[in-house]
């Protein structure tokens, strides 16, 4: 059964910091590219971070975060990482890992498996 696991989400202090994972099994991850989204209640849909399926850089990544948050991958281990630093409320949020097989994109509808997700929540 193909999943993805997103963990790592929780309750922080503005300025604090988290790392979600997101975790494959019944696939290698390494043949995807990996997106991270966020979802907060009355907003859209937002995409955050994306890393491409070789090279493991980042292939996108939100205004809205540069510089506070980064994207990694260890296929090794067939998870993908995103290090959140200085966190403020404004990214409070549903945390989504996706995968798809043709490359990055921003766009959600152009993933084709999605985890669960992970709910951050920062307030003081």
């Known amino acids: 059964q193909l999943q993805l696991v997103e963990s790592g989400g929780g309750l922080v202090q503005p300025g604090g910091s988290l790392r979600l994972s997101c975790v494959a099994s019944g696939f290698t991850l390494d043949n995807y590219a990996v997106g991270w989204f966020r979802q907060a209640p009355g907003k859209e849909q937002e995409g955050v971070s994306c890393?491409?399926?070789?090279?493991?850089?980042?292939?996108h990544i939100a205004d809205s975060v540069k510089g506070r948050f980064t994207i990694s991958r260890d296929d090794a281990k067939n998870t993908v990482f995103l290090q959140m630093n200085n966190l403020k409320p404004e990214d409070t949020g549903m945390y989504y890992c996706?995968?798809?097989?043709?490359?990055?994109?921003?766009?959600?509808?152009?993933?084709?498996?999605w985890g669960q997700g992970t709910q951050v929540t920062v307030s003081s």
């Open positions: 890393i491409r399926r070789t090279g493991g850089k980042s292939a």
């Open positions: 996706a995968t798809r097989l043709t490359g990055c994109s921003s766009y959600g509808p152009d993933f084709e498996s």
